[in-house]
């Protein structure tokens, strides 16, 4: 089980390299990853490597240290796919650094997928979600959900990630008038 997520961590880091040599994988994201391995295998499925969009390694929040995005949807189950995904979406977690290689879990949510926009020092996660999340008011079914984009912000008071405010969403599907 270590060795995976040793492997994992090094594949990930490899393609974030200005992070790669400060950021080794934390206990509480490791720990997760354990968990997600150990469902898995509960469902009656074998955790098999991840794909690319299974996990973001940036520096969120703008603080100078390494926070971690998971996208459960990413998590390769084989022979139980929908463990962690389904017609609904899955779950974002964000792990926000703290000292000594430690983070926090700083966000939950569903979401239909993940994007990072941006460079080092200025990064920004977007996820796809969709209805209310994307402004869409009244009575709707998820077939006439509108979707988007819409970024996380960080609230400095709380220090938990949040949807920035509906004026700042990317429309991806809108549902004709009838």
């Not at 998971?70 to 084989?78: H, S, V």
């Amino acid at each position: 089980m270590y060795r995976f997520s040793s492997a994992l961590a090094a594949c990930l880091l490899l393609s974030v390299p200005a992070l790669a040599a400060a950021a080794p994988m934390p206990p509480e994201v490791r720990g997760h990853i354990e968990d997600m391995k150990k469902e898995c295998r509960q469902s009656g499925g074998s955790p098999a490597e991840p794909a690319d969009s299974f996990l973001i390694i940036a520096d969120l929040n703008g603080d100078g240290r390494t926070d971690w995005a998971i996208d459960e949807a990413g998590f390769n189950c084989d022979g139980a796919t929908s463990t962690f995904k389904g017609s609904g979406g899955s779950q974002i977690y964000i792990f926000a650094g703290i000292t000594g290689n430690r983070t926090r879990q700083a966000f939950m949510h569903g979401a239909y997928g993940m994007r990072l926009e941006g460079t080092a020092g200025h990064a920004r996660l977007w996820l796809t979600v969709g209805g209310e999340l994307c402004g869409q008011t009244g009575s709707f079914s998820r077939a006439e959900a509108i979707s988007c984009e819409r970024p996380l912000v960080w609230n400095t008071l709380t220090k938990q990630f949040e949807f920035a405010p509906l004026a700042t969403v990317k429309l991806l599907k809108q549902v004709p008038a009838k």
